[in-house]
């Protein structure tokens, strides 16, 4: 059976569970049983590397002891096991203090979990099931790897998969123009379900990873932060496949609720690589964490503010952000020109309403900036939709090879050769000073539709009212003339 299969076969004993209620509650379901298999396969392999090597998760609440015999536990006793001392012991699992403590990773998504299924037979069918995956096989776990991320996909019937959902193409892009290295600290201060992070792993295991030392200098250099609770484990169980062995380093909080002024030096990165939540408004009280001429509730403006200050000097950044912050006035004025005075913002991406469909159909950016020098031009490319396509869609998403004219327009890593293209054009930072910071720039070598003169399309238009106005009274005296009869 392949795990495409499987996973389907999964979700459909599922539905059958009068506990479990719609998608959220199912994926919430899979993801921590899918956990536990994953951790303890991994478990179980680094035993056999290293024999000083313990399991962050008591011997009797490994899945090994309790899950693995197909004939084991099942019915109440499983759920009683499940309910009464699975959780309520992961939740509470003590920690070492050790800064890569694997027991922080299970206690973080443990948290808030919860057990939805009520039939502790259908739980030991789906046990089952999950048996079936070999997570320490490669080839399995590179195909469960394309599972979950439909799995991902699938969240969007969960009704809010926008908030943490970026297209892998998109992910992949901005990774591949920051070209993140072993050893560079790399963080995502709204991680959801850890995209960017997976397309960072991937870039430099395919061009720098050449030593072990190099792998455990890029697994070191990892930082990332998501507020929610499903996404946080959906985001440690994607770092777990990817052969992470301590994603303590996924903090399960609010980036947000730190005070501006507590990042300090040491909390410097080398790299940001995020989309952070917009059209979200903050609680109460967040925005006094931010200086004044920064307070406001919308939450990508925030996020942009603390990312100025987390860069290093030297630090690169690559974000993605709404049209709004792009014309916004007022709070997004004063970020603007701050980001321009304490960064070189090079290059602006536009991308079409539809790329982020059907999780929202909104114009979007990707600004890409470097810390330590102010904004002197700034390099617009418009992305368009490949030709024969109206619009990108959940049938045909945006792909990679699609951003590949920008690529190649690019000019490598020093950005040299830049031309004026009809997708692309340049804007000082004068003239941006000039319009009050809207970046918002159209590109001028689109010629606007020429919809006709005005006075010839009014004459039209009540010619064409006259004459239904016309048919509309022939049409009256035949149905008149019809009825008389």
């Not at 389907?8 to 199912?26: E, H, L, P, W, Y």
């Not at 959902?165 to 990774?175: D, E, G, I, L």
């Not at 396509?389 to 045909?396: D, H």
């Amino acid at each position: 059976m392949s795990v495409r299969t499987l996973v389907k076969s999964i979700q459909d004993i599922m539905r059958q569970d009068t506990g479990v209620d719609g998608d959220a509650q199912r994926i919430s379901q899979l993801c921590w049983m899918f956990f536990l298999k994953i951790i303890d396969d991994q478990d179980q392999e680094l035993e056999l590397l290293d024999a000083t090597y313990r399991s962050p998760i008591p011997v009797r609440l490994q899945w090994r002891t309790w899950a693995a015999d197909p004939e084991g536990l099942t019915g109440q006793a499983l759920l009683t096991f499940v309910n009464d001392e699975l959780f309520p012991e992961l939740k509470n699992l003590p920690l070492t203090g050790k800064p890569d403590d694997r027991r922080r990773v299970v206690r973080d998504v443990f948290e808030d979990a919860y057990n939805y299924m009520k039939s502790g037979q259908l739980m030991r069918q789906v046990v089952n099931k999950i048996n079936g995956i070999d997570f320490n096989n490669l080839t399995e776990r590179q195909h469960f790897g394309d599972i979950y991320e439909q799995i991902l996909n699938d969240l969007q019937s969960a009704g809010n998969a926008g908030e943490y959902y970026t297209p892998r193409a998109v992910t992949a892009f901005m990774v591949d123009r920051i070209d993140p290295r072993p050893g560079e600290l790399l963080f995502d201060p709204a991680c959801g379900t850890g995209g960017f992070l997976t397309s960072a792993i991937r870039h430099m295991r395919a061009r720098y990873v050449k030593l072990p030392e190099d792998e455990q200098q890029m697994q070191a250099s990892l930082r990332a932060v998501e507020k929610k609770q499903l996404p946080h484990m959906l985001c440690v169980t994607n770092m777990l496949l990817h052969g992470i062995e301590a994603p303590s380093f996924v903090r399960h909080d609010n980036t947000l609720a730190r005070p501006y002024i507590s990042w300090e030096q040491k909390d410097r990165v080398d790299i940001v690589l995020t989309n952070p939540p917009f059209g979200g408004r903050e609680e109460d009280g967040i925005e006094s964490n931010f200086p004044q001429h920064f307070r406001t509730k919308e939450t990508a403006d925030l996020f942009l503010a603390l990312i100025i200050r987390l860069l290093k000097p030297g630090g690169r950044a690559a974000v993605v952000l709404p049209d709004g912050t792009l014309f916004g006035e007022g709070v997004k004025t004063r970020l603007k020109e701050h980001l321009m005075t304490e960064c070189n913002l090079h290059t602006i991406v536009r991308l079409p309403n539809s790329v982020f469909k059907p999780y929202a159909s909104i114009g979007t950016n990707l600004l890409f900036f470097e810390k330590g020098q102010p904004t002197e031009t700034i390099w617009y490319y418009e992305h368009q939709v490949p030709a024969g396509q109206k619009a990108y869609s959940m049938t045909k998403p945006i792909r990679l090879e699609h951003m590949q004219p920008c690529i190649a327009w690019w000019g490598g890593p020093q950005r040299t050769g830049r031309e004026e293209t009809p997708q692309a054009w340049q804007v000082t930072a004068e003239e941006i000073k000039a319009r009050g910071y809207n970046l918002d720039i159209k590109n001028p070598h689109t010629v606007a539709d020429n919809h006709g003169d005005p006075e010839q399309l009014l004459a039209e238009l009540t010619r064409a009212e006259s004459e239904t106005a016309s048919l509309r009274n022939q049409l009256k005296a035949i149905l008149a003339e019809a009825l008389l009869r």
